[in-house]
């Protein structure tokens, strides 16, 4: 079975950097593009949502004729998995988060939640198969004792490794 997989990321700014675009070579490598006889081939879409994003916050509503929105609309329609993707804090857990580059300062906030479901009615279609999707947020490895030496594996506060 072929995959067709969009990470729509609100989380790195940095074109060709960050997190998130890591996480996109990795599903090519996991899922290489070859085509095969019985096999249509896989497809991994990555697409920055910033500037929709920002056109859906000003605007109101997003133009159906915008280009930014067609696209995205058309790559979700035949999506086997959507992925939106974004950073979050430990302590916030109302918003998805940004960041300019993996070295960059504090993250700031993009969207509330309520925000990135506008957002996401705007640009899924209605379709006969259920949609497969994915909101992806790294939370900061869930813990405010990020810093606090290990614990025994008893514990109920040990860290996970991811």
Request: contains cysteine; proline residues 4%; positive net charge.
């Amino acid at each position: 079975m072929a995959h067709n997989i969009v990470l729509l990321n609100l989380g790195d700014r940095a074109d060709g950097g960050g997190l998130i675009h890591k996480s996109a070579d990795r599903l090519r490598t996991k899922y290489p593009a070859k085509k095969s006889f019985l096999h249509a081939g896989n497809q991994i879409s990555e697409v920055s949502m910033f500037a929709l994003f920002g056109k859906s916050q000003t605007g109101g509503a997003l133009k159906r004729s915008d280009v930014e929105l067609q696209q995205v609309r058309g790559l979700c329609a035949s999506a086997s998995k959507i992925m939106l993707c974004l950073h979050g804090l430990h302590n916030d857990v109302l918003s998805g988060f940004a960041n300019d580059s993996m070295n960059a300062g504090p993250m700031a906030a993009v969207a509330t939640f309520g925000a990135l479901a506008q957002l996401t009615l705007a640009f899924l279609t209605i379709r006969e198969d259920p949609y497969n999707r994915a909101r992806i947020i790294c939370v900061q490895v869930l813990s405010a004792d990020l810093l606090i030496p290990e614990r025994p594996d008893d514990s109920p506060h040990r860290r996970h490794r991811i």
